[in-house]
Every structure is written in C-alpha cells, then in structure tokens.
C-alpha cells in the first residue's frame, strides 16, 4: 500500500511569507503528527492530529498551526516566517494515535527561508 | 517537563565493532521505540518495547528497557557499513510526542 506522502518535496520562502505544507496518511491511519528537524535541534514535535481533532501540540509559537480533513489528510501552516524556520518538515501517520503506535514518516518537505 | 536525554550524540566505530545508545527519562515512560534515520532519508521504526525489563533481539540488534521503565538502550553487536545513520530513541505520552537528540553513528570499513 501507499505510504506517506509530503508536498511539496522543496520550497523556498522568504521572512515574511506564510507556507503550507500537506501530508496524506497511509490509508486507514487517523493520526497525523508533525516534526521540525534541524541539525541542532533534531526532532522537535508539533502538534498531532487524531481523527481530526488536535490531539497533542508541541511547544511552538502561534505561527504554527495545522488541521486534519476528515479524510485524514493533514496540513500544517507557519505565518509570517522567520529564518530559523528553515527545516525539514516530517509527518508520521499511525493507525493508533502517536503515543502507542509505530509511526510511518513521509519524505519530509524542506524549507527555506530566505 | 517530560524530557528524554539521548547520548551518545556521535559515535564512530570501525567495523566489526560493537556500538550502544542510551535513552533516559526524568519520568516514567509508559513505553519506548527506536527508530533508525540513515543519511537523506526519514526515520523509519525498528522496535517497540513496552514491559518492564523487557529485551528484545533482532539479529544483531539488541533492545533493552529499564526495570523502573525511565532508561532504554541499544545496542549493535559488530557494526556493519550498513548500520550508518542517526538511531532515536521516542516516545508518547502525557500529551507530547518526544524524540531523543539522536545519535549518529559513523562506521568506518
């Protein structure tokens, strides 16, 4: 079956501008969970979604929110970017909701923020 | 708050040797899971471990999870070329999702 898929793959801002960024689960998962990954600061965790309620939310500014459509497909937004939001993006989807299930990760989408 | 210390944070081997990575929690964690992230890619899950005390092998992979459920590790009996990437430690609870810094492991032929 398909795994997760991120969009897009590569994306260059600039401060200021907003993004969104998409993530469709493997069929069947209803939990969608977002990471930061950066060099220094590894895997830094979101927020989860949970048949589209949000479950549990990372330690991010405001600028940062996302939602999860009722066929389980996610997106995330960041407003008014800043240059430390340069990062590889990551979902995971899980059948069980992310505290108890194995987690299956997308490709990731890089952004750039110029 | 709930906080996983992940050490070492780089590792070089040369092959053939052995290699381990340590995970501890100031709290109890309700369970534990590695994963295994190599160069450009996204990580992908290797274990999961649940009990108190519990061990788990596969192949040369040995997982372990403390008795007080507060310290995981793993260990690679003689590293391989194809052990090379990042290994983190994960886990759920208490409404956060946390991973482990990471430790990169470089094996050298």
Redesign the interface.
Known sequence: KAGVTQTPRYLIKTRGQQVTLSCSPISGHRSV?W?QQTPGQ????LF?YFSETQ????NFPGRFSGRQFSNSRSEMNVSTLELGDSALY?C?SSFY????G???????SRLTVL | GQQVMQIPQYQHVQEGEDFTTYCNSSTTL??I?W?KQRPG?????LI?LVKSGEVKKQKRLTFQFGEAKKNSSLHITATQTTDVGTY?C????Y????????TRLAVHP
């Open positions: 969970s990471y590894g895997l830094q965790f989860e479950r549990n939310k990372g990551l995971a909701s992310g505290d108890t194995e987690l299956f990760f997308g490709e990731g | 309700s369970n899971q994963y890619g996204h990580p992908v899950f999961q983190f994960f886990s759920g609870g409404n956060k999702l946390i991973f482990g810094a990471g």
